[in-house]
């Protein structure tokens, strides 16, 4: 009787399995059938083990971030304020990171898209080169937010989310105007990677005020050739900008700035050192200078410029080895790119207060303020309003 009823359950299985092995979806509901008797419990007979439950699906993505290196700790700040913001309000996110190189990039993009992300937010590392990356998402409708850097030469790209990069080099160069007295005063010039929008545009905005200083001989360019032939311009074209910047690029980079003005002094002989002024794109790269400068002995005083309020920056500045820095607050920049994303998840449109054109379309966006940062302000600015908290420095006021 015993082998009879297995046998029987045996046979009712295999027919179950026959009849679910037709996978093609229909929009017929199975019909109901009744559950097999179950055979006598003697006893000796182990019952079959209950098949496990199947795995959920994997959820789609909400939100993917590609930042362009783990090598600056600018975009480390962007990290951890991108993470507490997005679990704040709920959205599963991914961030990668490109390590300087655009293979990797459009690499993360395709990643993202295999995960259903439905709004991508890029910081290219090469603006040009991610319109490759800009255009797979958008052909996958996915919705792309440029991030602090513009994607150029496509209309890939929905929305750029940024802070006044003019109004950043304006700053800089208000700061070295303001501290320089008398004329003939040498200003050192430095920029960003040619491979950045941002650069060109960092460095427009400091020409805009640096060219009527030139102009009237407070100050004397010393380090870029390029930049002398075209002093008596008030206004650069790109083209120019690139001569310009293809002389005194850093390529945002610590070891390559530090070179650089090395170079530079070395170069330079006593007339043009003394009391110095330097136009540094950004916080890396002033130390980097900053640490060249203060260690040459023709040099009595420098000013230097930078951007991002990095904590070694802040401490640099507290410390005197570095005069200033435009806060670019993060919290903000971040709080705008949740805000465009949650607006294009939810089916709405975020926000435009200026466009950039990208070489082909122009680009919504919406540019925040940016903070000049010295001693004077240090603490209101970068303390009190909790941006980083005073037990990060030492020496402060």
Same mark, same amino acid.
């Given at each position: 009787?015993?082998? %009879?009823?297995?046998?029987?359950?045996?046979?009712? +299985?295999?027919? @179950?399995?026959?009849?679910?092995?037709?996978?093609?979806?229909?929009?017929?509901?199975?019909?109901?059938? #009744?559950?097999?008797?179950?055979?006598?419990?003697?006893?000796?007979?182990?019952?079959?083990?209950?098949?496990?439950?199947? $795995?959920?699906?994997?959820?789609?993505?909400?939100?993917?971030?590609?930042?362009?290196? %783990?090598?600056?700790?600018?975009?480390?700040?962007?990290?951890? %304020?991108?993470?507490? +913001?997005?679990?704040?309000?709920?959205?599963?996110?991914?961030?990668?990171?490109?390590?300087?190189?655009? /293979?990797?990039?459009?690499?993360?993009?395709?990643?993202?898209?295999?995960?259903?992300?439905?709004?991508?937010?890029?910081?290219?590392?090469?603006?040009?080169?991610?319109?490759?990356?800009?255009?797979?998402?958008?052909?996958?409708?996915?919705?792309?937010?440029?991030?602090?850097?513009?994607?150029?030469?496509?209309?890939?790209?929905?929305?750029?989310?940024?802070?006044?990069?003019?109004?950043?080099?304006?700053?800089? +160069?208000?700061?070295?105007?303001?501290?320089?007295?008398?004329?003939?005063?040498?200003?050192?010039?430095? +920029?960003?990677?040619?491979?950045?929008?941002? $650069?060109?545009?960092?460095?427009?905005? $400091?020409?805009?005020?640096?060219?009527?200083?030139?102009? !009237?001989?407070?100050?004397?360019?010393?380090?870029?050739?390029?930049?002398?032939?075209?002093? =008596?311009?008030?206004?650069?074209?790109?083209?120019?900008?690139?001569?310009?910047?293809?002389?005194?690029?850093?390529?945002? =980079?610590?070891?390559?700035?530090?070179?650089?003005?090395?170079?530079?002094?070395?170069? /330079?002989?006593?007339?043009?050192?003394?009391?110095?002024?330097?136009?540094?794109?950004?916080?890396?790269?002033?130390?980097?200078?900053?640490?060249?400068?203060?260690?040459?002995?023709?040099?009595?005083?420098?000013?230097?410029?930078?951007? !991002?309020?990095?904590?070694?920056?802040?401490?640099?500045?507290?410390?005197?080895?570095? #005069?200033?820095?435009?806060?670019?607050?993060? %919290?903000?920049?971040?709080?705008?790119?949740?805000?465009?994303?949650?607006?294009? @998840?939810?089916?709405?449109?975020?926000?435009?207060?200026?466009?950039?054109?990208?070489?082909?379309?122009?680009?919504?966006?919406?540019?925040?303020?940016?903070? #000049?940062?010295?001693? #004077?302000?240090?603490?209101?600015?970068?303390? =009190?309003?909790?941006?980083? !908290?005073?037990?990060?420095?030492?020496?402060?006021?």
């Amino acid at each position: 009787m015993l082998k %009879r009823l297995t046998i029987l359950f045996l046979v009712f +299985a295999l027919l @179950l399995v026959a009849c679910g092995g037709n996978n093609e979806t229909t929009n017929e509901q199975p019909a109901a059938t #009744s559950a097999p008797e179950e055979p006598e419990d003697t006893g000796d007979v182990e019952e079959p083990e209950e098949p496990a439950e199947p $795995a959920e699906p994997a959820e789609e993505l909400a939100v993917g971030i590609v930042l362009p290196t %783990r090598e600056e700790p600018r975009w480390i700040q962007d990290e951890t %304020r991108f993470r507490e +913001a997005l679990e704040a309000e709920g959205y599963d996110v991914e961030i990668l990171f490109s390590q300087g190189d655009s /293979a990797v990039e459009l690499a993360n993009v395709e990643q993202l898209i295999t995960r259903g992300v439905q709004v991508l937010i890029l910081t290219p590392h090469d603006g040009a080169a991610a319109a490759a990356a800009a255009e797979a998402a958008n052909s996958a409708g996915v919705k792309v937010i440029a991030y602090d850097r513009l994607i150029l030469n496509t209309d890939a790209v929905d929305y750029y989310v940024t802070f006044d990069s003019i109004a950043v080099g304006a700053a800089q +160069a208000q700061y070295l105007v303001d501290n320089a007295e008398g004329t003939d005063n040498p200003l050192y010039l430095y +920029a960003g990677a040619a491979t950045d929008n941002n $650069a060109f545009l960092f460095f427009e905005g $400091a020409w805009n005020v640096l060219q009527p200083k030139i102009a !009237d001989g407070t100050f004397r360019i010393v380090n870029s050739s390029e930049a002398v032939a075209l002093q =008596d311009n008030a206004e650069l074209t790109r083209d120019e900008m690139g001569q310009i910047i293809g002389q005194i690029t850093t390529e945002w =980079d610590f070891d390559t700035a530090k070179s650089l003005a090395e170079a530079n002094l070395t170069a /330079a002989p006593a007339e043009d050192k003394g009391d110095v002024f330097i136009l540094a794109p950004n916080d890396g790269t002033a130390r980097a200078i900053a640490d060249a400068f203060g260690a040459d002995a023709d040099v009595s005083s420098y000013i230097v410029t930078g951007q !991002d309020a990095e904590i070694a920056s802040v401490q640099y500045i507290i410390d005197g080895l570095q #005069s200033m820095t435009v806060l670019k607050d993060v %919290r903000t920049l971040v709080a705008d790119a949740i805000a465009a994303a949650v607006a294009y @998840l939810t089916g709405s449109t975020p926000p435009e207060t200026n466009t950039y054109n990208n070489g082909t379309i122009d680009v919504p966006a919406k540019p925040s303020e940016v903070i #000049s940062v010295d001693q #004077s302000n240090v603490q209101e600015v970068i303390i =009190d309003s909790g941006y980083w !908290d005073a037990s990060e420095f030492t020496g402060l006021p």
